[in-house]
């Protein structure tokens, strides 16, 4: 089959959820003999590989405002992939649903992939959490697949709308620290640090990790990896911050590395409270890393009991990491059941082969709707 997915910065994967889950189905994908294109946004990659891991790589232009730059990135992409016949498209955000619903796209065989809830994050202003919730509700009528990657994306979409989705989730690999002395040029030394990956956006809570941990005392460091696309008052005050024993290494986009913070990290947070599966999540639960993970359903969906939980509150945070401090053979246990949920749960391979089953039905017209 030829397969084209769209909606996303590009491979290989450096900026998010789905990039990393571009890249990963994608090149399986391609490993299994199909032809799969990635459209990536020219600016977020001036090397220009035309292709990578097996996948052809087309660039595209897109307008650099927040508001404009998926929809306009995947205008241009839409327009291209309806010239070249593909048998199916996987297009990422619900964002897009009111490109799918053009006239010129309608008859793409096209699954649009859901996400999380956009009109949710704190980046939006009025306007902008607005189109969301009117995109969301283009994505719920339109009559091809709509993706769900959690239980609870797909509870909000048949309750509020009516609409059954297709639940196809995210993946994780298993890894292990190979070479901590990777972490040497940091400072870090295994099991000294805590960390949190992320984008430094305020649904995602990295400044409320950084006044939890100012106010305690136990000797560790915090590793807060990740950064804001654009200008932003909440990276500026994680910038501003003078502990010594914070390190801000902004986005780190080497696998090594990312692996061996991951699975040497003494405890890792996870402040992110939009979304469904969340990527960062799975890759930190599959390198054995011990969660402390912002309490909202999504996540506990995830999660389950392999972790512990804390309340939008820099205090109760703070009485997390003295429980994971005060209970190391508590938190053994729960490192090895967030392991064995990943196994369980997560394989990429299984998720490629549930990509695989819908992109036969709309190659072949009788993709279901949910």
Same mark, same amino acid.
């Given at each position: 089959m030829r397969i084209a997915l769209i909606g996303i910065r590009g491979v290989p994967a450096r900026y998010g959820g789905f990039e990393t889950c571009a890249e990963e189905i994608g090149r399986r994908l391609a490993a299994r003999g199909h032809d799969v294109t990635v459209y990536a946004r020219s600016r977020y990659y001036p090397e220009r590989n035309p292709d990578w891991a097996g996948m052809r790589v087309v660039y595209k232009p897109a307008i650099r405002l927040k508001a404009?730059?998926?929809?306009?990135?995947?205008?241009?992409?839409?327009?291209?992939?309806?010239?070249?016949?593909?048998?199916?498209?996987?297009?990422?955000n619900a964002a897009n649903s009111v490109l799918l619903s053009r006239r010129a796209f309608r008859r793409l065989p096209a699954a649009l992939h859901a996400d999380g809830l956009e009109w949710m994050r704190g980046k939006w202003g009025r306007f902008g959490r607005a189109y969301f919730r009117w995109a969301e509700r283009i994505a719920a009528r339109r009559s091809g697949p709509l993706i769900a990657d959690s239980d609870e994306i797909a509870k909000y979409y048949r309750e509020r709308y009516g609409r059954e989705t297709i639940r196809i *989730?995210?993946? *994780?690999?298993?890894?292990?620290?190979?070479? /901590?002395?990777?972490?040497? /040029?940091?400072?870090?030394? /295994?099991?000294?640090?805590v960390l949190q990956i992320t984008r430094f956006e305020p649904e995602n809570n990295p400044d409320l990790t950084l006044e939890a941990f100012?106010?305690? /005392? *136990?000797?560790?460091?915090?590793?807060?990896?990740?950064?804001?696309?654009?200008r932003s008052k909440l990276a500026r005050k994680i910038a501003a911050a003078r502990d010594p024993r914070v390190i801000r290494p902004g986005f780190i986009y080497d696998k090594d590395l990312l692996r061996e913070l991951l699975a040497n990290a003494w405890a890792y947070v996870h402040g992110n409270e939009v979304g469904g599966t969340n990527p960062a999540l799975l890759e930190a639960m599959a390198a054995g890393c011990f969660v402390i993970a912002r309490d909202v359903p999504f996540n506990r969906e995830v999660l389950g009991e392999a972790g512990i939980y804390f309340r939008k509150d820099a205090a109760d945070l703070r009485e997390k990491l003295a429980w994971v401090l005060a209970n190391p053979r508590e938190a053994a246990s729960r490192k090895a059941a967030a392991v064995g949920i990943i196994r369980a749960r997560y394989d990429w391979d299984r998720v490629v082969d549930a990509y695989e089953e819908l992109f036969r039905g709309l190659a072949s017209g009788r993709a279901a709707s949910s």
């Amino acid at each position: 089959m030829r397969i084209a997915l769209i909606g996303i910065r590009g491979v290989p994967a450096r900026y998010g959820g789905f990039e990393t889950c571009a890249e990963e189905i994608g090149r399986r994908l391609a490993a299994r003999g199909h032809d799969v294109t990635v459209y990536a946004r020219s600016r977020y990659y001036p090397e220009r590989n035309p292709d990578w891991a097996g996948m052809r790589v087309v660039y595209k232009p897109a307008i650099r405002l927040k508001a404009l730059e998926t929809l306009s990135h995947t205008a241009c992409s839409l327009a291209d992939a309806a010239r070249r016949k593909y048998d199916a498209l996987l297009v990422f955000n619900a964002a897009n649903s009111v490109l799918l619903s053009r006239r010129a796209f309608r008859r793409l065989p096209a699954a649009l992939h859901a996400d999380g809830l956009e009109w949710m994050r704190g980046k939006w202003g009025r306007f902008g959490r607005a189109y969301f919730r009117w995109a969301e509700r283009i994505a719920a009528r339109r009559s091809g697949p709509l993706i769900a990657d959690s239980d609870e994306i797909a509870k909000y979409y048949r309750e509020r709308y009516g609409r059954e989705t297709i639940r196809i *989730a995210y993946g *994780a690999e298993i890894r292990t620290s190979v070479r /901590p002395s990777l972490l040497e /040029p940091l400072g870090l030394t /295994p099991g000294s640090y805590v960390l949190q990956i992320t984008r430094f956006e305020p649904e995602n809570n990295p400044d409320l990790t950084l006044e939890a941990f100012e106010g305690w /005392p *136990a000797g560790k460091k915090l590793v807060l990896v990740g950064g804001a696309s654009y200008r932003s008052k909440l990276a500026r005050k994680i910038a501003a911050a003078r502990d010594p024993r914070v390190i801000r290494p902004g986005f780190i986009y080497d696998k090594d590395l990312l692996r061996e913070l991951l699975a040497n990290a003494w405890a890792y947070v996870h402040g992110n409270e939009v979304g469904g599966t969340n990527p960062a999540l799975l890759e930190a639960m599959a390198a054995g890393c011990f969660v402390i993970a912002r309490d909202v359903p999504f996540n506990r969906e995830v999660l389950g009991e392999a972790g512990i939980y804390f309340r939008k509150d820099a205090a109760d945070l703070r009485e997390k990491l003295a429980w994971v401090l005060a209970n190391p053979r508590e938190a053994a246990s729960r490192k090895a059941a967030a392991v064995g949920i990943i196994r369980a749960r997560y394989d990429w391979d299984r998720v490629v082969d549930a990509y695989e089953e819908l992109f036969r039905g709309l190659a072949s017209g009788r993709a279901a709707s949910s």
